[in-house]
């Protein structure tokens, strides 16, 4: 029990469900009795899949379906939104958690429509409100404001801090960056866009403002982009993979003090 | 009416009429100038019928308009004046640090109190009314939420007038007066391209559905666009050169139509 509560945390942080914790589970757990009842076994014939079921109480039909891959989990068992999506999604997309600019209002945490509380339960009537909210609130997603107002800050669920999976951001945008700079270079006929705009100086107070300013522009930038670009996207999906090419746009932001110049 | 159809070609199919620079030049164009005046007179005709104006009574309205008998020609600045100081206050409200939030955002502001509340805020545009009365007014207008008693919010970076018939038709008549304006700048002879005042238009047949996803695709964009440029001319009108007398409002609209 004590072993496995951090482990059951950390997946809560990850926003991995039950049933897909599950199925992971079972899938590392096959795969490790099958190389556990090799090692016991003094023959080099691999262990029966009968043999497999009978050790982990998994149907032979199962243990067969899982060892064909590598431990994942199972398609069936994924959400394809877990609660905490399902809710982003409907508070950047439902018009009556949106302002006037299509962009998400805040919301008081409890009270009649629109609050979080009528969102939840509209859009994730399975779960107490307080339980979606608190995995939010750990994923950095949503902001607690003065007066139990809440304000969504993304839309993507993300882990924060050094993660594996944030470690690997770094490097994919890293690497993203290197090869359109260094493409430029071998070939200026061909350029990728890679612009920048004239850096300024703002006074410190201002760049919650600046920040906010710079998000908010860019991130419906880029939304106008994917959708003018969905029926090239479209287009595309009629021909072979081989005649295709991934192309991405990021935009990031950039600041300086003047100690770091 | 023959003047307003375009000619039919050996295939049948129809040819637009290519305008000359410069018209009326014959009596052809002068028909097609007349066709085009009727038209525009029919579009406004029939959009002041759905505001319960009779035949009779728009037919006396507009022999006063041709006579230069109207009485003001102020209503629309007069009805939306109010709309206007409060969509000021608003933009205020989202770009002054005493009402910002510590992540840039507005704050959620007390309403009475000396500084950073609701009530400085509004005594700057409101310096008559009492600050329940502007949160009223702001309320109404979605501008902004009551939270409790004695806290309010603000809910829209702009004044909505959708629902308010009032509103909706003395800015209509704003729009209307604008764009001519725009137009007729635009229809000077020799003017070069890059000094005219840009006018696009982009549109296509789509059905209701995919026109409700236009909106949804459309409705940032065009904020940000009003948004970028309301800032911009704010910055611009504080500055020593903008404050003399010779001013004249510049601005941008953008809206989207289904026919």
Known sequence: MSAVEPLVELLLELGVTSPEAESLLRGVFVHKTREWLARQSSSTVEPSDVRISLV???????????????????????????????????????????????????????????????????????????????????????????????????????????????????????????????????????RRFCETMRVIEVELPRIPVIRDLINRRATTFLAGMEHELAVEASRSLGTKRKGRINVGLTIYQTERGPKQS | MSGTKSRENRNGTREPHLLKDQWPSDSRDLAIRDALAIELLTACMTALRTYGLRKSKLTELAR??????????????????AAQQLAEMIAKWGEHPRYLDESGRPAILSITGRKSSFQSLASEFFPTYAP???????????????????????????????????????????????????????RQPLIAIAAGRPDRTSCGEISDKDFSEFISVMRPQISDLV??????????????????KRRKVAGVQAFLFFE
């Not at chain 1, 299509?102 to 009537?125: A, I, N």
């Not at chain 1, 890293?174 to 070939?187: A, G, Y």
């Not at chain 2, 230069?68 to 004046?81: D, P, Q």
């Open chain 1, 56 to 190: 982990t109480g998994v149907h032979r039909n199962f243990v067969r379906r899982i060892l064909a891959e590598p431990p994942k989990i199972a398609e069936a068992r994924k959400h394809k939104s877990n609660h905490a999506s399902r809710l982003l999604q409907a508070w950047y997309n439902d018009p009556a958690y949106l302002d006037s600019s299509g962009k998400p209002r805040d919301l008081p945490e409890k009270g009649s429509h629109p609050s979080f509380q009528s969102l939840s339960t509209t859009y994730v009537p399975s779960v107490a409100p307080g339980v979606v909210l608190d995995q939010l609130r750990r994923a950095g997603l949503v902001q607690m404001l003065s007066e139990h107002r809440l304000r969504v800050r993304g839309r993507t669920f993300r882990v924060h801090g050094f993660t594996r999976n944030s470690i690997a951001e770094v490097g994919h945008r890293t690497r993203e960056l290197l090869e359109t700079l260094t493409h430029n270079i071998h070939q200026p006929d061909a």
């Open chain 2, 64 to 81: 006063k308009a041709v006579t230069g008998n109207a009485e003001s020609m102020n209503s629309a600045k007069a009805v939306l004046e």
């Open chain 2, 132 to 186: 329940s009365d502007v949160v009223n007014f702001g309320c109404e207008a979605n501008a902004m939420e009551r939270i409790g008693n004695d806290k309010v919010a603000r809910l829209n970076d702009c004044v909505v007038f959708t629902g308010s018939s009032f509103l909706i038709l003395a800015h209509s008549v704003r729009t209307v007066r604008r764009f001519l304006g725009t137009a007729n700048f635009n």
């Open chain 2, 227 to 244: 948004e970028m440029s309301n800032r911009w001319l704010g910055q611009r009108a504080k500055l020593p050169k903008n404050r003399g």
